[in-house]
């Protein structure tokens, strides 16, 4: 099974400030990296895609994937107490574009 | 708007209860829907791949005779846990998935509760 590696965390930053989430990842043949957040009791939910090094803004979300170093990355300016969440990164695996997931790190924003 | 409806949200049952639940993708043709399963505090993890039409496919551990799928048409798929005990009881989630590089939408999940 390839695997796709994040710290669990948790990780803490306060309001206002950027989260830097991390994530890489076994598989040097990977072409689409995801970012989904889960809240507790829920389903996930997508965040971003990228398929290209470099960076991806969306809002407040950037993406960020360096295929060369197998790493990809999210980060969330201006963070906000909604966005405690646990965050999982994933990536298609080679037969089907079923999704393999990281364990998840759990992120928590105080206010 | 949510674009995979899942069906029931939660469930509560006896020791050798089967339980069907149900996705549905809303807006699109699912080529092919995945059932997800995911224990507290655990990522998902991938239980089959299912294909419109076609027998799913199983990943590694999960038994197919236990969790039956039908995937009939391309908006609906699923999945029906025969005989469920409490190691059963967990959060299984289905996504539906179109084409190309595009990404999965997943349903709200269901809570499934062996007692």
């Known amino acids: 099974q390839k695997e796709v590696e994040q710290n669990s965390g948790p990780l803490s930053v306060p309001e206002g400030a950027i989260a830097s989430l991390n994530c890489t990842y076994s598989d040097r043949g990977s072409q689409s990296f995801f970012w989904y957040r889960q809240y507790s009791g829920k389903s996930p939910e997508l965040i971003m895609f990228i398929y290209s090094n470099g960076d991806k803004e969306d809002g407040r979300f950037t993406a960020q994937l360096n295929k060369a170093s197998q790493y990809v990355s999210l980060l969330i300016r201006d963070s906000q107490p909604s966005d405690s969440a646990t965050y999982l990164c994933?990536?298609?695996?080679?037969?089907?574009?079923?999704?393999?997931f990281g364990k998840g790190t759990s992120l928590l924003v105080t206010p | 708007g949510a674009v995979v409806s899942q069906h029931p949200s939660r469930v509560i049952c006896k020791s050798g209860t089967s339980v069907k639940i149900e996705c549905r993708s809303l807006?699109?043709?699912?080529?092919?829907m995945f059932w997800y399963r995911q224990f507290p505090k655990k990522s998902l993890m991938l239980m089959a791949t299912s294909n419109e039409g076609s027998k799913a496919t199983y990943e590694q551990g999960v038994e197919k005779d236990k969790f039956l799928i039908n995937h009939a048409s391309l908006t609906l798929s699923t999945l029906t846990v025969t005989s469920a005990h409490p190691e059963d009881s967990s959060f299984y989630i289905c996504s539906a998935w179109g084409q190309g590089n595009q990404p999965q939408h997943f349903g709200d999940g269901t809570r499934l509760s062996i007692l």
């Open positions: 807006d699109f043709q699912a080529t092919t």
């Open positions: 994933a990536v298609f695996l080679n037969s089907g574009y079923a999704l393999n």
